[in-house]
């Protein structure tokens, strides 16, 4: 199993485990996912989601080859796909979601850790959002809640030109907590997660709640704008050539377009 789930003491965790890929994500990772906020929202003895991956990595993003073999839709087919449901049961989980990142957090690597409630990065973390170098548009609503971190020319440095920051950067911009030795990063995280023990859940969900409210509906119209968007650059020429090359290892050449 790629997605490893366990409760301790409070703390539901969700390990991505696919290091031999980097921890690349497929479809039935990603709905291994979603059933486990899911289960965490449902259970009581949880007081915390903590999501973490494998030393050295977070996640690469999406595996490519399984992603083109099972795309998501388009309109509203779009949103009933795994990745799209799992967009929805972060968003829905009314219990805060502590992130701890080692190593690389690539695409929705990076996306995801949005709409954390907590991000701990190590001192290897590299972070990135290379979709358009892909054909791609960026996802997870990272085109709304990006500029609104860094302001709008940072944000098209990390969109458009898909440049990688540092760790530092991560927690400089509002995207990260604060950076800490690789092998503290998920000890770390794992406390602050467990603090909500001792905290009153109602008071912690209404909270939160009220913490994220205000542009909820903004989130979610700007994730259907993009995964329309999206969709359709999946089967884009420029996508098509982007993905080649990956496969090729070779350079993209888009000159013809």
């Keep these: 199993m790629s997605i490893k789930t366990a409760t301790l ?5 969700i390990e991505i485990a696919r290091p031999e890929k980097k921890n690349a994500l497929t479809v039935a990772m990603y709905q291994a996912m979603t059933d486990a906020l899911i289960a965490a929202k449902a259970d009581g003895a949880v007081r915390a989601v903590l999501i973490t ?7 690469s993003g999406n595996d490519i080859e399984d992603f083109m073999s099972r795309p998501p839709g388009q309109g509203s087919d779009s949103m009933d796909s795994p990745v799209f449901r799992f967009m929805r049961a ?11 990142v080692t190593g690389a957090a690539i695409g929705i690597g990076t996306t995801m850790l949005l ?7 190590s ?17 997870f609503a990272s085109s709304l809640v990006v500029p609104q971190l860094m302001g709008h020319r ?8 898909g440049d990688p920051f ?12 604060a950076v800490l030795p690789a092998g503290e990063v998920v000890n770390h995280a794992r406390r602050v997660a467990e603090r909500f023990n001792g905290l009153p859940p109602g008071a912690v969900r209404e909270a939160k709640q009220l913490l994220r409210g205000p542009q909820a509906d903004a989130i979610l119209a700007t994730i259907r704008a993009e995964g329309e968007i999206f969709g359709r650059r999946l089967r884009s020429p420029e996508a098509m050539e982007a993905f080649q090359a990956f496969f090729q290892k070779r350079k993209p050449d888009f000159s013809r377009f």
């Design 166 to 177: 540092t760790p530092e950067q991560a927690v400089e911009c509002g995207i990260a907590n």
């Design 115 to 121: 709409h954390c409630d907590f991000v701990y990065v």
């Design 53 to 59: 991956g494998q030393p050295g990595v977070f996640t």
């Design 123 to 139: 001192d290897e973390a590299r972070l990135a959002m290379p979709f358009v170098a892909l054909g791609l548009v960026p996802e």
């Design 90 to 100: 972060l968003l829905e989980c009314d219990k805060p979601v502590v992130a701890a």
């Design 154 to 161: 940072r944000a098209a440095e990390k969109l458009l030109l």
């Design 9 to 13: 003491n409070g703390v539901a965790t």
